[in-house]
Structures are given as C-alpha cells and as structure tokens.
C-alpha cells in the first residue's frame, strides 16, 4: 500500500523560503502523476505544482517563478522549493500520487483530485506572516 507523508512546514516571514518533501513508502510505477496541493481554510484545494514520469512540469500562474517541484526517484521523495513566500500561500499542503497511471499535463490537478486510484499524504502546514 503506498503512503505519502509529507513533512517541512513550519512558519516564515514574508520573502523567505520552505521546502517541502513528501516521502513515499513504495512507488513502483513507470507512468505516474505527482503533485502538491494546497488548501486555505474556507477554500477549495488548488494545485500547484504537478510533476510527470516524462519529468515535465506544471505551475500555476500564482506560483510560477517562485515555486518548483522535483523528484529523487531512487528515494520516492517528492519535494515542493516554494521562493520569496507571501501571506497568500498560507495554507495546508498536500502531495497527492496516481497509482500507475499518466496525468494530462494541463489537465492533471482535476485528475489527481477526481480520481480514484490515486493517493494523498495528510498534510503539511504553512504560515507565512508579513
């Protein structure tokens, strides 16, 4: 059964930076879809990085330029390196995985939370304060 569990949240000032990482226990998959996630209270969760098995990449425009995802595959870590951070990114983060399946690239956020056979780690908080 593959598990994320996402961890390096914490708390930061305006323009400083966070990475985040999301370890997975087992991730066997050749076509795969990653991604991170996040959600404000009383918001809808939004997508904000996504990564593919082809190692192509997909920002939205609030977080391009400053955030960006990577993967160490001999590890099953994803990680999130999120720049020059503002108020608005506080939120909790979520890194979400397709079970052995490839993502649309433009269409992969919708994907991961509408899908199945996918899987999600619990979270990890961000605050950042001005």
């Known amino acids: 059964v593959v598990q994320l569990v996402e961890s390096g949240g914490g708390s930061v000032h305006t323009g400083e930076s966070l990475i985040l990482s999301c370890a997975a226990s087992?991730?066997?998959?050749?076509?795969?879809?990653m991604a991170w996630f996040r959600q404000a209270p009383g918001k809808g969760r939004e997508g904000v990085a996504l990564i593919r098995d082809d190692a192509n990449t997909n920002y939205p425009d609030s977080v391009k330029g400053r955030f960006s995802i990577s993967k160490d595959n001999a590890n099953n870590i994803l990680y999130l390196k999120m720049d020059n951070l503002t108020p608005g990114d506080t939120a909790m983060y979520y890194c979400a995985a397709s079970l052995n399946w490839r993502c649309t690239l433009t269409l992969g956020f919708g994907q991961l939370l509408s899908a199945a056979n996918s899987v999600w780690g619990q979270g990890t908080q961000v605050t950042v304060s001005s």
């Open positions: 087992e991730y066997p998959y050749d076509n795969y879809c």
